[in-house]
């Protein structure tokens, strides 16, 4: 690994500053699975590696505030598994953060960092797209809140600026009955990336929220309030990649149909018996 | 270089380490606790698995910097006043070692499965091993050897580490 220089910022000011100052040259360091990797085969070579975990505000935290569930930066897939909380509002959400890596990898990995590192693949972008989560970043020019679906831009690249950190996901608690669930396709079971991964939730009113991934540069949310599911535009609109070595396109494009229907007939039921 | 503070299998340790140094490269180049393997080194095989403040981790994937003021327990710290864990007898007993490579990484997973779920179901063991492979193929011995601890089989008289003499002794070449 090429050396470089490591902070420990003790609050979100000094990491900002530092992020600020060194631009493109810093990297933040959160949970470390997809970064440390990266910085092993030169994918990255920064100067300064910005360790976050320490800083009061991105500290682990699954916390109800109102209307809201908000989960800190330095939250890991694991914590989100155990949580009691996230399975009873989130349930989808906690099946994909079930099927991230394996126990060694969910004990450190966290879902802010699967979203910020804006893999097409991350298996918690389709939940959290369907559940409407915001990002909350703070920056040099102070606060501010993203839709996650705002924030994916393309593979790698998101809507974060220079000197900007993801400190927390805020998740809005449904105000009505809800069915949601999460489907996912990989070569094996476990310790894969997906081929197709894919979340729906459902309102009582008759309106649907259908997120998928692994089929195109970013996750992306297709959303009906009227009840007459447009399903077939909403397949229609995958665009997977012709040369990834995990699956071609048309297995994924049948695979996108098989799951799509099996997450709504799951989130039906869990609809219907909430 | 930077001083970091641990408490190393239950004892204090400090260390200076280079902040692109990994946890793992620590423990095995500046620590010389071997136990702990290098092999894929993009967190898939779980041999360098060792825990860290209660959780365990990949230390390929750590940054040895990361774990300043932490608890790290590596394979080395399973056996006790010379005793082997009911754990790594069992896995003695059930031949669930063939080159041994990814065992130690195998001890650890199966040594925190048992702490989180004492009785575990064939499924969650496996699930809670999926991120330690074994090219030797030994799954099915692994899973044996978790089980019979799960179930008290071998967990009533953890043996001495064993002596060279009661090890099977290879062939004399005539």
Excluded at chain 1, 226 to 242: I, N, V, Y
Excluded at chain 1, 257 to 270: E, F, G, K, Y
Excluded at chain 2, 30 to 57: A, F, P
């Amino acid at each position: 690994m090429r050396p470089f220089d490591y902070a420990r910022p003790a609050d979100l000011d000094a990491a900002i500053d530092l992020l600020a100052r060194h631009g493109s040259d810093a990297r933040v360091l959160a949970g470390g699975t997809d970064l440390i990797i990266r910085l092993r085969d030169g994918t990255y070579a920064p100067s300064l590696v910005v360790d976050v975990k320490r800083i009061p505000e991105m500290a682990p935290r699954i916390e109800r505030v109102d209307s809201v569930v908000e989960v800190g930066a330095g939250t890991t897939m694991t914590d989100i598994v155990e949580s009691a909380l996230m399975q009873r509002l989130f349930p989808a959400l906690v099946e994909a953060a079930r099927f991230v890596g394996s126990v060694q990898i969910r004990n450190r990995a966290t879902l802010v960092g699967n979203q910020c590192n804006a893999s097409p693949a991350a298996d918690t972008a389709p939940p959290l797209l369907v559940y409407g989560a915001v990002l909350e970043i703070f920056g040099p020019a102070g606060r501010r809140e993203v839709a996650l679906d705002d924030f994916f831009i393309q593979s790698g690249v998101t809507a974060l600026a220079e000197g900007e950190l993801v400190t927390a996901i805020r998740l809005p608690i449904p105000s009505e009955r809800t069915g949601s669930a999460f489907q996912r396709r990989t070569r094996r079971r476990g310790h894969d990336l997906a081929s197709v991964t894919l979340a729906v939730a459902l309102d009582e009113r008759g309106g649907t929220r259908l997120a998928y991934g692994s089929l195109g540069p970013r996750p992306v949310l297709f959303t009906d309030e009227t009840g007459d599911l447009p399903l077939e535009t909403w397949l229609l609109a995958a665009r997977p990649s012709s040369t990834s070595m995990r699956a071609g396109p048309d297995y994924r494009l049948a695979m996108l149909r098989v799951l799509a229907t099996r997450a709504l007939d799951t989130a039906r039921d869990r609809l219907a018996a909430a | 270089m930077t001083e970091i503070r641990l408490t190393l299998n239950g004892n204090p340790r400090s260390v200076s380490v280079a902040a692109h140094h990994t946890l793992l490269d620590v423990l095995r180049d500046d620590l010389d606790l071997t136990g702990t393997k290098e092999c894929c080194l993009v967190g898939e095989c779980g041999s360098c698995t060792v825990r860290l403040d209660g959780r365990i981790v990949d230390s390929c994937l750590v940054m040895a910097v990361e774990a300043d003021g932490g608890e790290v327990t590596t394979v080395e710290g399973l056996a006790a006043d010379g005793r082997l864990s009911a754990l790594q007898e069992s896995f003695v007993t059930h031949g669930a070692v063939q080159c041994g490579f990814c065992i130690p990484g195998q001890l650890m997973a199966a040594d925190d499965l048992l702490r989180l779920a004492p009785s575990p179901s064939r499924a969650e063991i496996e699930e809670g091993l999926a991120g330690n492979l074994c090219r030797c193929g030994c799954y099915y011995q692994i899973i044996e050897a978790v089980q019979a601890v799960a179930e008290g089989a071998v967990a009533a008289a953890p043996a001495r580490v064993r002596e060279q003499a009661e090890l099977p002794q290879p062939p004399v070449d005539q």
